[in-house]
């Protein structure tokens, strides 16, 4: 299916399962099945307010009749999270796009797996096919305490000593160096939660050798509009030559200039707009694409991202 596409579901069902945590199971009205997806893969939840935001999966792959996510309601949001928790009733039908995965599961020799607060939510399909791999893996997961940890009972119980809790309001800040110290060599460390707990995450593994970082956030990276520099965009497909001034964004001005293209976040968090780049060099400001992704140059998210020569050329 296009990831363009979107599904109308309804939901089917509705639990709390953390303070402030509402999980929502969503299916088809019809009963029919949906769409495959990978451990890692969020979707994109369409409410009538007009606010698009992404969630992780935190369902069982194999069962397709439904998906499951868990929305923290943020007072302080965008408003995204109070309009699912207070619209959002058993039998309330809504729109999605289908799921895409950029947090996907990685071979490597092991895994480690840090989650904090909602974070927590892409992690019980992640840890399930880490252990089918075979291979050794644990997870660290921390938050203020049991009652605000959705999920924490029921991996502990499913997977014992291979589950660490950390309850921060009695135990103090976790030590992020200390834990990861004796990474081994081809470890693979999934990182999911605050910025302030990512960064922790890629700070101390840093200098471990042969140790790679998988991060997944819904809160944009920052950039300084100040040092923005205007360029143009030559789009391939609709033969327009765009330019981009400083302090907005290729998608913006493509938009206004009549060219039709999806997107969702506009903060580089969620990945719909990703487009191909024929050519040109690429400033990646989006929390999408791999640090190997953004080496090779051949897409970039145009809600955030930049050229940083004086012309790109992308097929739009």
């Not at 007009?50 to 439904?66: I, K, M, V």
């Amino acid at each position: 299916m296009n990831k363009n596409q979107t599904l109308d579901v309804v939901v089917r069902d509705r639990r709390t399962v953390a303070r402030d945590i509402d999980e929502f199971t969503l299916a088809r009205p019809t009963g029919d099945l949906l769409p495959t997806w990978e451990p890692g893969a969020h979707l994109d939840l369409l409410l009538d307010s007009g606010a698009e935001r992404q969630y992780s999966l935190c369902s069982d792959p194999a069962d397709t009749t439904s998906y499951r996510i868990a929305v923290l309601r943020e007072p302080h949001g965008r408003g995204g999270s109070l309009h699912a928790h207070e619209s959002l009733t058993v039998g309330t039908r809504v729109s999605i796009r289908p799921p895409r995965n950029h947090f996907p599961l990685v071979r490597a020799l092991g895994y480690v797996f840090v989650a904090g607060g909602v974070g927590i939510t892409p992690m019980p399909a992640l840890l399930a096919a880490a252990a089918r791999t075979g291979r050794p893996w644990r997870l660290v997961y921390t938050g203020r305490d049991a009652d605000t940890m959705a999920y924490a009972t029921e991996l502990s119980d499913r997977h014992g000593d291979a589950v660490t809790l950390h309850h921060s309001t009695t135990a103090g800040r976790l030590d992020l160096p200390a834990l990861l110290a004796a990474t081994p060599r081809g470890t693979a460390v999934y990182v999911c939660g605050p910025t302030g707990l990512i960064s922790a995450v890629e700070e101390a593994c840093a200098s471990l050798p042969a140790v790679d970082v998988f991060s997944e956030r819904f809160v944009a990276t920052t950039a300084d509009d100040a040092t923005d520099a205007p360029f143009e965009v030559s789009l391939a497909n609709s033969g327009l030559v765009l330019t981009i001034p400083a302090g907005r964004s290729i998608l913006d001005i493509a938009e206004s200039h009549g060219v039709v293209t999806v997107s969702s976040c506009r903060e580089g968090t969620c990945g719909t707009c990703e487009t191909t780049v024929a050519s040109g060099e690429v400033e990646h400001r989006d929390s999408v694409l791999s640090p190997q992704e953004r080496a090779e140059g051949e897409t970039m998210m145009i809600c955030v991202s930049r050229g940083t020569g004086p012309r790109l050329v992308l097929e739009l």
